[in-house]
Nanobody
Framework: QVQPVESGGGLVQAGGSLRLSCVASGRTFFSYAMGWFRQAPGKEREFVAAITWMGEDTFYKDSVKGRFTISRDNTKNTLYLQMNSLKPQDTAVYYC?????????????????WGQGTQVTVSS
């Protein structure tokens, strides 16, 4: 079993940067693709970015392309999300998750283990 734990959220001004981390316990972290999702108040959870298990391919929501970068370090069982040029509309709780099931990388149902989330707030 894999238990992800996110960290790195906080309050930042528009235009600023944050780096989220997700440490996943369990010896099989390296064998899973992983993703970041977010949920803003009053909205459904949405896909943000995903990365294959070796890190050779990445996928992004259109609105974060060029601003966010997903990466992973399998030697440290850690997933990252570098967020630059943050906007108020990026405000949300950010979740990392492991993708064990088949399906598109942006499909929430393809992910099984979820972290508890970390709050990101971008002020204007």
């Amino acid at each position: 079993q894999v238990q992800p734990v996110e960290s790195g959220g906080g309050l930042v001004q528009a235009g600023g940067s944050l780096r989220l981390s997700c440490v996943a316990s369990g010896r099989t972290f390296f064998s899973y693709a992983m993703g970041w999702f977010r949920q803003a108040p009053g909205k459904e959870r949405e896909f943000v970015a995903a990365i294959t298990w070796m890190g050779e391919d990445t996928f992004y929501k259109d609105s974060v392309k060029g601003r966010f970068t997903i990466s992973r370090d399998n030697t440290k069982n850690t997933l990252y999300l570098q967020m630059n040029s943050l906007k108020p509309q990026d405000t949300a709780v950010y979740y990392c998750a492991t993708k064990q099931y088949s399906g598109p990388y942006g499909y929430e149902g393809a992910y099984n283990y979820w972290g508890q989330g970390t709050q990101v707030t971008v002020s204007s």
